[in-house]
Nanobody
């Protein structure tokens, strides 16, 4: 069982930066693929960024080059550095843990078993 708690959400101006954190508890954190998802009102939850246990990363095309996902296995913490924020980045952001086939990164919701409660990011 993995428990996840996000933090760092805030209201920021367009063009600004923000870093989200996700603290994980539970055994074998380092073996899980971790992901960041977001959900805007009236929209489906979508994958934003993912990092596997070996540090390989994947990003949605909408955030590639602006967002950076990283993990600190010693601290059981996942991060999402968000730069050049746009209005359309406004959403509730969730972190998730899972074990996709092959152990690779994934932006598919069905590959994740554990979810945090979310943290709100508002860009204006």
């Amino acid at each position: 069982q993995v428990q996840l708690v996000e933090s760092g959400g805030a209201s920021v101006q367009a063009g600004g930066s923000l870093t989200l954190s996700c603290a994980a508890s539970g055994p074998l954190y380092h073996s899980y693929t971790m992901g960041w998802f977001r959900q805007a009102p009236g929209k489906e939850r979508e994958g934003v960024a993912s990092i596997d246990g070996d540090g390989h990363t994947g990003y949605a095309s909408s955030v590639k080059g602006r967002f950076t996902v990283s993990r600190d296995n010693a601290k059981n913490t996942l991060y999402l550095q968000m730069d050049s924020l746009k209005l359309e980045d406004t959403a509730m952001y969730y972190c998730a843990a899972g074990r996709p086939r092959g152990g690779y990164y994934s932006l598919e919701r069905d590959d994740y078993d554990y979810w945090g409660q979310g943290t709100q990011v508002t860009v204006s």
